[in-house]
């Protein structure tokens, strides 16, 4: 249950990197901050 929690939060991040892409129109930025922001979520789930 926990390993689906994970993947559904990485899955939840990654979407809202895209998200900021488009708000930023800078997919490089994006994928950036959704890498960041998925290393600190499976910090926080780990």
């Known amino acids: 249950m926990q390993h689906n929690n994970r993947g ?3 899955l939840g991040t990654l979407l809202a ?3 900021v892409g488009f708000y930023f ?3 490089l930025v994006s994928l950036i901050i959704g890498l960041g922001l998925a290393f600190i979520m499976m910090a926080l789930v780990k």
Do not use: T
Request: no cysteine; net charge negative; proline share 0%.
């Open 8 to 10: 559904l939060a990485f």
């Open 17 to 19: 990197s895209f998200g």
């Open 25 to 27: 129109d800078e997919i």
